[in-house]
Each structure stands twice: as C-alpha cells, then as structure tokens.
C-alpha cells in the first residue's frame, strides 16, 4: 500500500533552502512514497479559538486540517528565526491543535542546516505537547553551510540522495508497522 506524506515547510520566503530540501526530498522519493508540498501556510488566518469549530472554521484552516488528516504522515522542514519557530509556522500548528486526528500522526523532521541551534528542540517539544508521534531514526539534517541549495543539484547529489531515500523507507516502514 502507498504511503502518502505530507510535507510542511516553515519558512515563507521564496528561495527557502528548507523548501529546496523538501522539494529535493520529493525529486528522490522512493517508489511506493508518494509527497505533496502543502503550500498555504502564508494564507492562513491568525489563530484564534474562538474561530476553532465546525460552523466558523475558516476555509484554509479547514484546508489544511484536512490534507494532514489524509496524510499517513509529516515531514517538517522549519528555519530558525531569532532563536524561534517562525510565527507563521506556528500559527500552522495552532490551527492544527484543535484537529481530532492529529494526535499519533507520524512526524519526520528535515534540517535544512545544523546551524539552527533551538528550533530542532522547541518543534520537537511543541508537537510532543500536540501528541504527535515523531519517528527520530527518519529525521535528516542537510549537511549545508549556505542558505542558497540548489533542489536539482541536491537531488543529484548520491550520497544525499541516498540518505534521504533511507530515512524516507524507514519512515514509510514505521508507519506500516504501526497501522
């Protein structure tokens, strides 16, 4: 059975070297892995929880509550921005503690770089206290010493390749074994 992923990038910014990574990361996927890039993050709405049920759940919220619910799991690529999650990331997170079936979805987190010294830690507390479930052994960190990654050249590049290709096979096995 295919495993369906859904990859969340924190950044807004468009040459994001943590876009580049999840789309390097799609480029490779192995056969029976399928990844979707979910875009809206810079259309949602300000959380708030007074808009957090059925009848005023805004469209985008909506959104993406459901493409994480049709998800069999995550990949999250996030930057650090002052030491922090990027405020529109963790609006996105926001508007998924409400979601019912959020809790137990199997996480990977991807590093665009090494460098970001807190956010590994706060995203990894933040989807803990969400109850999601991260698989750790299918975590990557981009061994990158420059923002500016090229998707094409990180694609083709067979040692990356190979080491995203693996952490995505034990991520997709990890979900198998535990459905």
Not at 36 to 59: C, M, T, V
Not at 66 to 79: H, K, R, Y
Not at 100 to 108: H, I, L, R, S, Y
Not at 125 to 146: C, H, I, R
């Amino acid at each position: 059975m295919p495993i369906n992923l859904l990859a969340l990038c924190g950044s807004l910014r468009a040459g994001s070297s943590n876009n580049a990574l999840l789309e390097a990361t799609r480029k490779v996927q192995p056969d029976g892995i399928s990844i979707s890039i979910y875009d809206g993050i810079g259309a949602l709405p300000h959380f708030s929880p007074d808009l957090d049920d059925d009848a005023r759940l805004p469209d985008a919220a909506r959104d993406l509550r459901q493409q994480v619910e049709d998800a069999d799991g995550l990949v999250i690529s996030c930057p650090e921005y002052m030491h922090c999650l990027p405020g529109s990331f963790k609006n996105a997170l926001d508007w998924m503690v409400g979601s019912e079936t959020f809790p137990g979805k199997p996480v990977a987190l991807f590093q665009a770089t090494s460098r970001h010294e807190y956010v590994p830690a706060l995203l990894r507390d933040v989807l803990k206290t969400m109850a999601a479930d991260e698989v750790e052994e299918a975590g990557f960190v981009l061994p990158a010493t420059t923002n500016r990654i090229d998707v094409d050249a990180l694609a083709c590049d067979a040692e990356i390749a190979a080491a995203i290709t693996d952490r995505l096979r034990h991520f997709a096995d990890t979900i198998r074994q535990n459905r």
